[in-house]
Structures are given as C-alpha cells and as structure tokens.
C-alpha cells in the first residue's frame, strides 16, 4: 500500500478527512469575467475560437490557412514580466508566408529546466489503484484496522518527512507545468509538449477509471491528446470550453460535495484563458486532479463502509491464513511470539509474585494460558524496558496502537503528579474544586508526543504548572520559589515509579474485566459495546482514562489471542521445534 492510508497508519503517499491532497494557494479569480483585467489578452485562444474537436483529413500544408495562425496579440502582451515566455509570431517580415518559429537552441536554459529529472503527476492511474476494491480486500494493515475504528476511511497522507518530501516533488511538477505551458506557445519545445500530453493522457485514464464504460467513448472524442497538442501548439485549443465539458461529466458521476471544487475549476481555468495567466489555468489543472483523487476516495470509502461488517466477521480467518502463508515462506512467528512470552513471563516471575502485579484469571476455556498473555502483554506496553519488547513479526499491525498507549499512558502519570502537586501547594485548593483543578492542569499541558525529562514538552509542562502554583498564590511565590517548584517537580518526575505502579494496577485490573467480556463477543459487537459519551458522563477523568486505555489493550490482546492463541501460547517453549516443523497453518 504505497500512496494512502486509512485513519489509522498506512503507506508513503497519502493518510486513517481531507477533500484533497492539493492545496490551491492562489485565490479564485472573479465570477465575472468584466473584474478580469482586460490588457492582458486572452490565452491558447482564438478570438473566434473553432470547434474544440476538429477532423483531420490530410496532413497540414507548410502555409496554414488564416484560421490556424496563432493570435498576433499574444505578443503584444503589456505585462514586461510575462513577455519572456512568449515569441512574436507576427509576419511582419514575411508577408503571405508561414509563420517563422521561434530558433530554441539546445543548450538554451529553457532546454535545461527539461533536462532535470520531472516527478510524475501527482495523481496517476497506478497510485489510485491502491484504492481499488481488489487491493483493498488484500490490504492486512487496512483489515485490521477495521476492527477498532467504526469510521475508518482513507485520506491522503501527507504525514511526516515521506510527506514532505511528496509535497516539494508535487510543487515541482506544477512549477515544471506552468512553464511547459509558456513554452508551449513556441512550437519548437517538444519537451514541454511532452510533459503536457503526459497530463492529458493521466486526466483521460483516470476519467476512464471513475466512470461507467457508456461515456468511454466521449472521454476518447474530448480528449483526443494528439488533437490537442495541434490545437495547443496552434494556440487554437479552447481550455475554457474544455473546462466546462469536464465540469458537465463530473458533475454527472461524483457527490454533490464535491460541485464547488468543480465550479472553482472551471472558474480559474477560464480566468487563466481570458486573461492570459499561465498560474491560474495551472491552478485550475491542480484543483481538476484534486477532483479526480476526491471522487477515488468517496468510493473507495463507501466500499469500505458497506464491507466493514464482512470485513469484521472475517478477520481471524484472514489473518491466520496470512500468516500462515508468511510462516511458509520462511518466517518464524510462531517462535518470536513463544520467546517474547517465556522471556517476560520469566522476568516478571522472578521479580514479582502474581499479588504484586495484579495478577487476575480470565474465566475461558484457555484459562490460565490466557490469562498469562494478558498479563505478560499489558506489562509488556507499560513497562517495555523489563525484559523484550512486543515482537513486530506478531505485532506489526498494532505497533502504532501501542505507541499511541504508551504516550497516553506517561501522559496520565504526569497529569497526576502535576494534579497532586498542584493540590499540596495551592491554598485555594479544597474538594469542592477538584473536576476544576485537574481541567485546569489538563488545559496547561503541550499536546505533543510522549513527555521526556530532557525534552522541551516536560520543561515547558513543568513551567506551567509552577506558574499556575504561584498565580493561586501571589503573595507568597517569588521568582525563586517558583524555580524551587520546578526543580521539586522535576524530581517527581523523574522518580516516578510509585505513581505510574499505583496506575499500572489499576489498568490491569480493568483490562482483566474487559477481556473477560471480550472473549464472549464478536468483532463487530466488540467495536460496537464502547460507549465513550456514557462512560465521561459518570466517570472522573481519570477512570475515564483508565477505562479508556484498558478496553484498548483488551481490545488488541483479545484480537491477537483469537489468531494466535490456540496455538502460540498453549504449547511450552521445549515443544516448539515440533511445531516449526508443521506445515504452518493454524
């Protein structure tokens, strides 16, 4: 899955709400053709323009007749700083004659901004493809997913450095874009005819992908490329009337959301067109693929939607042939899930006993094997540093989940240190006040990612805290004492092993309870039982939280147990080579 992702993590170009992956950074022209500037002449038009589609019968006479000359006022442009990217075609000194094009050298500098390697479309038929039906029901990260977001859908992904870097390789293209059009006009830059007709050519394929086969016919008839390019190089093709063709089909196949993004289509295509500004009917051609990708989107997620309950029901099968499949190639998961369990259960046997850590019992028919993973997996999310960590062969698909966890999990010890603190040091503080206080502190946190002691998030968490301490007091912090406040809560910080123990103990003993309920339900009914609005209105904040976190870990614990665990956790660690040599399905 290379270029979309759903609302959980997937792939390189695009993240599982946004309309469209393209963001249009010149403001929509005027509705009116009159507020248009009227020196600038129209552009790659005729004043009387013919028929977009025209038959060509023969080959074209060294002399084009009158009709094909491109238009004198192109020339006459009285912008000086546009001028550069258009020649003179008048035939001034050639009467009667053919128009003389304009002499490019090769080594000229409009040659060279074509030399460099050009990034692809930012949307093709083969990006778009990771959206098709067939790839969706092969996608095991995208099929897992489903199981703990009722509204999963894709967006594009635009996150992080493969972002970025997606970002500056589209802003590169439609800069390329622009001047391909502006040389265009020349007649004697094939490299910029090139980089058009590969948009003409992606616009059509993708066309043809989003609609049914009756208007196939009609997309081939408009946009016939070699037709265009003439027109183009003639300076006869008629963007404006092409726009509005485009506008008529989409309008016709997509959702009624998406008609304002084709009106501002047609709207910049048609001011570029009349006022002879390449930028804008690049603008146009940028909000048209951005329609194009749109419309992909809405079905793949309304496929995504009817399917989910299938996709539900079918995900342990899925998933066990999967991997079953993988432990055929070669893969050992079934040894990297028994070592990771004998390694924790081992550490954590020898450091604790089972009252210490909260053990609990899941009433099921595994019995105490199942309640040995649940254990070993939950310590293994809250305190990954004691022995090895989650195996990724096993956990692949839920690693993101266990990140998210694990930052909301430090999150909460600190909102309780900085709490606790807050009431031992604040006079005003009284019981009365305690759903305030702790919104007050919450509402002083960064929102970044997990804190760290040398991390700018906790200094800047720790200041704010101490801040608020001294402004409930102000006759009695100085600059000193509010500095002493964040040396001492820094400290906490630091040695913090009691309090995140205390919460440890408390989210094991709900997570026991949720995946005691769990065992007995469906994936659907599991994704379906969480009532988040229910549970914040007769729980504190914390137990919120913590019953937030815990149905979470249960959820993902019980998933995995439903593939792997009449397997992977019911045979001891002596008697894996006899499995391993089993043909690998479950």
């Known amino acids: 899955m ?10 390189k170009h695009f993240q599982p709400n946004q309309q469209s992956s393209i963001e249009r950074k010149t403001p929509c022209p005027p509705l009116c053709p009159q507020e248009a500037d009227s020196s600038r002449p129209p552009i790659f038009s005729n004043p009387n323009p013919e028929p977009l589609i025209q038959l060509e019968t023969t080959t074209p006479p060294s002399d084009p007749p009158a009709s094909h000359m491109p238009d004198p006022r192109i020339a006459q442009r009285k912008d000086s700083s546009s001028s550069q990217h258009y020649s003179s075609q008048s035939n001034q000194g050639n009467p009667g004659g053919s128009p003389q094009k304009p002499i490019v050298r090769e080594n000229s500098p409009r040659r060279r901004r074509f030399e460099s390697e050009i990034p692809p479309p930012p949307i093709t038929l083969s990006i778009l493809a990771e959206l098709d039906l067939g790839r969706i029901m092969q996608n095991h990260q995208l099929r897992h997913d489903v199981n703990f977001d009722l509204n999963l859908h894709f967006r594009p992904n635009n996150d992080r450095e493969k972002g970025d870097d997606k970002v500056k390789k589209i802003k590169c293209f439609w800069q390329i874009t622009e001047v391909a059009f502006n040389d265009a006009a020349d007649w ?4 910029a005819l090139q980089h058009i007709q590969t948009i003409f050519e992606t616009i059509r394929e ?7 086969d009756t208007d196939h016919g009609a997309i081939d008839d408009r946009l016939d490329v070699p037709l265009l390019l003439q027109q183009l190089e003639k300076t006869q093709l008629n963007f404006p009337q092409l726009a509005h063709w485009l506008s008529n089909l989409l309008r016709t196949h997509c959702a009624p959301m998406r008609d304002a993004m084709v009106m501002d289509m047609v709207q910049l295509v048609e001011f570029g067109a009349l006022t002879g500004d390449t930028n804008y009917l690049v603008q146009g051609l940028k909000e ?3 329609i194009l990708e749109c419309m992909k989107l809405d079905i793949a997620n309304h496929q995504i939607r009817s399917l989910q309950p299938l996709l539900l029901e079918e995900t342990v099968s899925f998933e066990q042939k999967s991997y079953a499949r993988q432990m055929k190639m070669g893969k050992c998961i079934w040894k990297d899930i028994a070592e990771w369990h004998h390694d924790r259960m081992t550490y954590l046997l020898g450091q604790y006993s089972p009252a210490q850590l909260g053990f609990g019992r899941i009433e ?5 094997k199942m309640s040995e993973f649940f254990w070993t997996f939950t310590h293994t999310i809250c305190w990954r540093d004691e022995g090895k960590d989650l195996p990724d062969s096993a956990f692949g698909f ?3 989940r266990v990140k998210v966890i694990r930052n909301e999990i430090n999150d909460l010890v600190f909102l309780q240190q900085s709490v606790d603190f807050y009431r031992r040091h604040t006079q005003t503080y009284t019981s009365e006040k305690e759903n305030e206080s702790v919104q007050r502190i919450r509402s002083l946190l960064g929102s970044q990612e997990s804190p760290s002691v040398n991390g700018n998030r906790l200094v800047h968490d720790i200041s704010s805290v101490c801040l608020e301490v001294a402004r409930q007091n102000p006759k009695l912090c100085s600059a000193e004492e509010v500095q002493s406040y964040e040396r001492m809560l820094e400290r906490l910080t630091r040695d913090n092993g009691r309090l995140q123990r205390v919460i440890y103990q408390d989210l094991l003993q709900k997570m026991f309870q949720y995946a005691e309920k769990y ?10 039982s969480w009532n988040p609005v229910e549970m914040k209105r007769v729980c504190s904040h914390y137990e919120y939280v913590l019953h937030d976190l815990a149905r979470r870990i249960a959820h993902m614990g019980i998933l995995h147990w439903k593939v792997w665990g009449p397997r992977a956790y019911t045979v001891s660690l002596g008697d894996l080579n006899d499995v391993f040599e089993e043909d690998g399905d479950f």
């Open 2 to 11: 290379q270029g979309y992702e759903g609302k959980q993590q997937f792939r």
């Open 188 to 191: 004697n830059c094939p490299e």
């Open 206 to 212: 993708i066309l043809k992908s989003l609609v049914p």
């Open 288 to 290: 048209l693929f951005g």
């Open 364 to 368: 099921s028919q595994a019995g105490e």
């Open 398 to 400: 839920d690693m993101q």
């Open 519 to 528: 065992d007995l339900l469906s994936p659907g009914a599991i994704l379906a």
